[in-house]
């Protein structure tokens, strides 16, 4: 699963890219409409507490992989080397300046309600244009020859272009399971979900700005939408917490009233926002988070472990993380009877342990 970074120019976006991956882009060199590529994992304090109790050898978190793409705009969209690197991410994060600094040119009042709202703009005209151009083709074929898959097709775009014409992204548009799979292959930029992250100010008061943030410059509403989210974060804090050790960075942010930095947020947001969660499988060799999207069975979780463990499913052992710490072991869990079986068709969730059962 990979999340794009997207933005208007001088916002902040690579900055933030380069903290939450420590990649240097600058040793690649830059071709203006390169995406630049890097991974972090997600903080997950159940699995580090977990941890705690079995000390493993080894700790692997979950993991995002990120996509920094260059400036954001119409004209840029015309190209098509630069929409493809948006066509191929899950998701989106829209960095919006909130954040005044005259050393650094805006184009205009820091507003950035506005520029959500003109970015999104451009998404939803993009997609549009395909649209179109798809719905023109299909007329043809039908013309030609009417099939059931073809009109259902022409059905659900001609849907999907008068949600457009009002402006409003494809994101907020209900479709079924069926919809989403016949619309697929078309990678429209305004259905990816989106977090809009605003880039405050440094202050005094930071951990309350941050809070304030998304009410004060008007952007709840956009935020609390279908398929949306929205958080706050300060660039420039978040820059000098990158260079510090764990012990000095808690002390940092302790300064500033806030328990976690805003980069924790926003990679937690932005993995829900993909529909993600994390099961894990303890022991003394590993302590793992696996990724699985919501609502997957405990066979396909399995599956993510190893085709063999989904090819061979019997049961999976499964308790949820708090109650195996409050148990402090398995063998204390399973003497409770919260340590239980389950099947197949058992719904993954979000913060399960698991033990894979299997005949192979």
Known sequence: MKTGIIGLPQVGKTSLFKILTKA???ERGHNPREAHLGVTKVPDERLDNLAALYS???LIHASVEFADVA?????ALKESAYANNLRTVDALIHVLRAFEEPSIPHVGDIDPLRDAKNVDFDLVVNDLGQVEKRLERLEKDLKKMKTAELEREF?????AKAHLEKERPLREMELSAEDKKRIRGFMFLSQKPILYALNVTESPTL???LEAAPA?????EPGSSANAGVTAICGKVEAELADMSDEESQEFLSSYGLKESGMVR???KSYELLGLISFFTVGEDECRAWTVERGSRAQNAAGAIHSDLEKHFIRAETIHWDQLLDAGSEANARARGTLRLEGKDYIVQDGDVMHIRHSG
């Open 207 to 209: 951990g309350e700005d």
């Open 266 to 268: 926003l990679i937690r």
């Open 155 to 159: 059905e659900l775009l001609q849907r």
């Open 216 to 220: 004060k410059f008007q952007m709840s």
């Open 71 to 75: 400036a954001i705009g119409q004209e």
């Open 56 to 58: 493993p050898r080894k």
């Open 24 to 26: 240097n882009i600058e």
